[in-house]
């Protein structure tokens, strides 16, 4: 049997690995539509891939949420699980787009953040910031989740 702690370093490669993905799929998309380069105001995608570009970002979310779901033996322990894995994996994204692109330079910067349903363009502390939180929410959780060995040393002493 997995040790529920090991899990947790798992998807935590697994939210990492992700990142890199993510990060590679944005330099590719970016040198294709922005080879001037990525600054504001952004050039909107033109629809057919903008349309590839929102059903992979959809994609990822599900991604994330399966993986949750596996990761997890509750509802909150998977909620946990899936924050977990979003803010590690937003975090990592940005710190490898930096190491891929020098972007961004500094927290300031504008980015398009997400296009689903539409483009959410935000300074980059914003995410960062979201993510940080979201990670705090994961621990938080994941210290209330009752584990069921617990449990069980509870039930025997009855």
Same mark, same amino acid.
């Given at each position: 049997?997995? %040790?529920?702690?090991?899990?947790?370093?798992?998807?935590?490669? !697994?939210?990492?690995?992700?990142?890199?993905?993510?990060?590679?799929?944005?330099?590719?998309?970016?040198?294709?539509?922005?080879?001037?380069?990525? +600054?504001?105001?952004?050039?909107?995608?033109?629809? *057919?891939?903008?349309?590839?570009?929102?059903?992979?970002? %959809?994609? +990822?979310?599900?991604?994330? &949420?399966?993986?949750?779901?596996?990761? *997890?033996?509750?509802?909150? =322990?998977?909620?946990?699980? *899936?924050?977990?894995?979003? &803010?590690?994996?937003?975090?990592? !994204?940005?710190?490898?787009?930096?190491?891929?692109?020098?972007?961004?330079? =500094?927290? =300031?910067?504008?980015?398009? %953040?997400?296009?689903?349903?539409?483009?959410?363009?935000?300074?980059?502390?914003?995410?960062?910031?979201?993510?940080?939180?979201?990670?705090?929410?994961?621990?938080?959780?994941?210290? +209330?989740?009752?584990?069921?060995?617990?449990?069980?040393?509870?039930?025997?002493?009855?």
């Amino acid at each position: 049997m997995i %040790v529920r702690r090991s899990v947790w370093t798992w998807i935590t490669v !697994y939210a990492a690995a992700m990142a890199l993905v993510e990060a590679a799929c944005v330099v590719t998309l970016k040198r294709l539509f922005y080879p001037g380069g990525w +600054t504001p105001p952004f050039a909107p995608i033109p629809a *057919g891939p903008l349309l590839l570009e929102q059903a992979r970002e %959809v994609a +990822t979310l599900v991604m994330i &949420g399966t993986v949750a779901c596996l990761a *997890g033996r509750s509802v909150r =322990g998977r909620l946990a699980a *899936g924050l977990w894995i979003f &803010g590690v994996w937003d975090i990592l !994204y940005y710190a490898f787009l930096r190491w891929l692109t020098g972007f961004p330079r =500094g927290l =300031g910067d504008l980015d398009v %953040v997400f296009l689903v349903p539409i483009a959410w363009i935000l300074p980059v502390w914003v995410p960062l910031l979201v993510s940080a939180a979201l990670l705090g929410i994961a621990l938080r959780l994941r210290a +209330t989740v009752s584990h069921p060995s617990a449990t069980a040393r509870i039930d025997a002493r009855r």
